[in-house]
């Protein structure tokens, strides 16, 4: 199997793509590898000053829209001036580990931004995506378990890397239940998810950081961390692949830490249907929103 590289992307004139989280990171490659394809590409950030500065660098039609993830009222602001269709859609934004904060509806930020904000605006937006919604996740998913008893994380204890983690798998489940429910309802959109293994972003230019579980320590960075570029790509790779419906993408090397984007494997949790389903239900009670209900004519394919 040949190894993927950007070049490999087709050419994506006359498509629009969302990416979250398109500042920096890998959210930042992502995107501007959609938009030297020919994407019409938006970059949804918590800064839009930062957002126009970096659009400026990217090749062709650009631009940057204020999205906070960790505040439902700006989520739903977002999708109500989105205008029209989206061919791609990419979950990419989150938070890393952090002392213990809350989202502006009083839930723990980690979960509340990587999850919660996410499902809420995809759920309102669902109706004009048309093709394939991306979830980036990480690897912190073998190792974290949605605890459906405690999504205010805080009331009884909080670790920044166990609620980190925590989140994770719920991008994989997210995904999964993404998946089924268009596909009930008779929609094309196709759900996907990828992850960086580990890569050289904000997440992991500390000194030291809380990730899968243990404290990783600069030298395992330097020997095993891969470029933000090549933690990138499973990204772009997820969203234009010819990859069936919940599938996931990764790094194929190294136990996922590093190598070129290819289908990989999912921890047991991550796979587990009911518990998805549970997620979306809770998640979606929680937010406020629901997926479109209907027929296929509810939903763009």
């Known amino acids: 199997m040949s190894r993927f590289s950007l070049a490999d ?10 990416v979250t989280g398109a500042s920096s990171g890998i959210g930042l490659v992502a995107a501007r590898a959609l938009a030297e394809r020919g994407a019409r590409v938006v970059l949804a950030v918590r800064d839009p000053e930062k957002g126009e500065a970096v659009a400026a660098t990217m090749k062709g039609p650009v631009q940057a829209r204020a999205l906070e993830l960790a505040d439902l009222s700006s989520v739903r602001a977002f999708a109500g001036d989105t205008p029209g269709r989206v061919d791609v859609w990419v979950n990419k934004a ?11 509806d009083g839930f723990e930020l980690q979960f509340g931004a990587n999850h919660l904000g996410h499902l809420a605006l995809t759920n309102l937006l669902l109706p004009r995506i048309r093709e394939r919604v991306v979830t980036v996740a ?8 949605p605890d459906f008893t405690d999504f205010q994380w805080g009331r009884r204890s909080y670790r920044p890397s166990a609620a980190y983690a925590q989140s994770k798998p719920a991008d994989l489940l997210f995904a999964a239940e993404l998946q089924r429910r268009p596909t009930r309802a008779g929609s094309l959109v ?3 998810a990828a992850h960086p293994g580990i890569s050289t972003t904000n997440l992991m230019r500390a000194e030291e950081k809380p990730y899968l579980g243990f404290r990783v320590e600069k030298v395992l960075v330097a020997l095993v961390a891969q470029s933000a ?3 990138a790509l499973p990204t772009p790779y997820a969203a234009n692949a010819d990859l ?3 599938s996931c993408a990764g790094p194929d090397r190294l136990w996922g830490m590093r190598g070129a984007p290819a289908p990989v494997g999912r921890s047991a949790r991550a796979r587990d249907g009911s518990a998805a389903r549970r997620l979306w239900e809770v998640s979606e009670d929680l937010t406020d929103t629901r997926f479109p209900l209907g027929t296929s004519a509810t939903l763009v394919s």
């Open 138 to 145: 990480s690897l912190g998913h073998r190792i974290g378990s």
């Open 244 to 246: 069936p419906g919940d």
């Open 190 to 192: 196709i759900s996907t």
């Open 229 to 231: 570029e090549e933690g």
């Open 9 to 18: 992307l087709p050419d994506l004139t006359g498509r629009t793509a969302v």
């Open 94 to 104: 989150g938070h890393s580990p952090v002392p213990l904060s809350r989202t502006a």
